[in-house]
């Protein structure tokens, strides 16, 4: 047996130390995060309570929800879900292996399989762990799999390919050329795998998916396409823009949430029943996570079925969002450019754009949560939006009122 040897007090790492360290950083760097203590209010959604830090509770709206069509309060999605409780009790009670697949995961499947037009559909805990899970095993497995990932992919896709140990490289941002230069560099029979978005929910740019699909074609590379930030938003159905743009039978792995335009909570991946059964059969997140509650599974499967429906909420949800950048434009208010539903306002400092969300949230009663590194580059730090539906004229005559004046007092730049 060794000896063991103590070592003196100074040179002992001192953890707490090290967090609180950590954290100050954070707060130097004025990107320190602080939640909105918010109580949703189901039927009247974009409205919350806010609990603040003085005790008080004022009636907020909510400006960047990612509810973006308000379905997270639905009649239908909470029938379905109340009756869901009555009949199976709150949890799954498992994996899916071990006793944990109800019934309402089955109709889920199928709900999302024939909503994306694929032969089979895999249901996982979250968004982040669809991506997580499927590139992660799909990119291990694979032999010797090159993937090709854009440059503003999701923090999930990023943590799945790296977790796979596949080797990377990375496409400027919607650019089809430099994807298509680093196809062409490869052997045609090496495997490859192309990771992109539909839409990129802190810009509100939309990938050319057609002419990346093209380009996988042509190179034989596999493709994945998060549409987290589109379905239930765009195509006929709430497909995605794969759907809208007629491509969706092209990709080879889509994957989604049901917990943004679908209102609920949980993830998923379409494809071809192979594909789905190898990521069920390998997956780690997939396998070793215990599946959703039964009330969640019926309300997502109320929400998808509701809008395959109901196309005129798109297009309602379309048209608030062009409205509120018009008239933030008239106001000289900088809108970064986008071609969705997104409205990303540019600060450009992350110190700014806290206070601008405080003084809104404050002295406004409007909630915009503050977009700081490294959800987004240093430098762009913004203010994103989110219209729904739901908000009004009224609300917008509000927003653009509170922003020409926060704008004001902080001495913000204007639009030229
Ligand atoms: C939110 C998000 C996810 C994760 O989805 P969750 O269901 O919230 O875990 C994945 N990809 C993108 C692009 C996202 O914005």
Not at 50 to 66: F, H, K, L, P
Not at 101 to 110: G, I, P
Not at 255 to 267: P, Y
Not at 359 to 370: A, S
């Amino acid at each position: 047996m060794g000896e063991i040897t103590f070592l003196g007090k100074d040179e002992a790492m001192d953890y707490e130390q090290f967090f609180a360290s950590k954290i100050q950083d954070l707060q130097t760097e004025g990107r320190y995060r602080v939640f909105a203590d918010l109580e949703r209010q189901a039927g009247s959604f974009p409205r919350a309570m806010n609990y603040r830090a003085d005790g008080s509770v004022r009636e907020i709206t909510v400006w960047c929800s990612n509810d973006y069509l308000g379905m997270g309060q639905h009649p239908e999605v909470l029938a379905a879900m109340h009756g869901a409780i009555d009949k199976c009790g709150a949890g799954a009670g498992g994996t899916r292996n071990i006793s944990g697949t109800n019934h309402y995961h089955v109709l889920l499947e199928r709900e999302l399989a024939d909503l994306h037009n694929t032969e089979s559909a895999l249901l996982l805990g979250s968004g982040w762990m669809a991506n997580m899970t499927a590139l992660s095993t799909v990119c291990a497995m694979v032999p010797d799999c090159l993937v090709i990932s854009d440059a503003k992919n999701h923090n999930s896709m990023i943590e799945g390919i790296r977790h796979s140990k596949a080797a990377k490289k990375i496409f400027k941002h919607n650019d089809v050329a430099d994807l298509e230069r680093i196809l062409a560099a490869e052997p045609l029979e090496r495997p490859k795998l192309v990771a992109f978005e539909s839409v990129y929910s802190m810009d509100g740019h939309i990938s050319p998916i057609k002419e990346i699909l093209d380009v996988c074609d042509k190179y034989n590379a596999m493709s994945f396409l998060d549409e987290v930030h589109a379905v239930g938003m765009y195509g006929r159905r709430g497909g995605g823009v794969a759907e809208r743009d007629g491509q969706m039978h092209r990709v080879t792995i889509i994957q989604g949430t049901l917990a943004k335009a679908f209102g609920v909570v949980g993830g998923y991946i379409a494809g071809s029943s192979a594909m789905c059964d190898f990521v069920r059969s390998y997956g780690a997140g997939f396998i070793f996570s215990s599946s959703l509650p039964p009330a969640v599974a019926a309300g997502a499967a109320a929400s998808i079925r509701f809008l395959k429906q109901h196309n005129e909420i798109r297009e309602r949800h379309q048209e608030r969002a062009a409205t509120l950048k018009r008239r933030l434009g008239e106001a000289g208010i900088p809108v970064l450019p986008s071609v969705s539903h997104i409205v990303p306002v540019h600060v450009g400092d992350p110190v700014l754009c806290k206070q601008a969300s405080d003084m809104l949230m404050d002295d406004y009663d409007i909630y915009v949560q503050p977009i700081n590194y490294p959800t987004v580059d240093r430098g762009t730090e913004r203010l994103r939006f989110t219209p729904t539906p739901l908000h009004t004229d009224a609300d917008m005559d509000h927003l653009v009122a509170s922003l020409q004046a926060v704008w004001d007092r902080l001495g913000l730049k204007l639009a030229a």
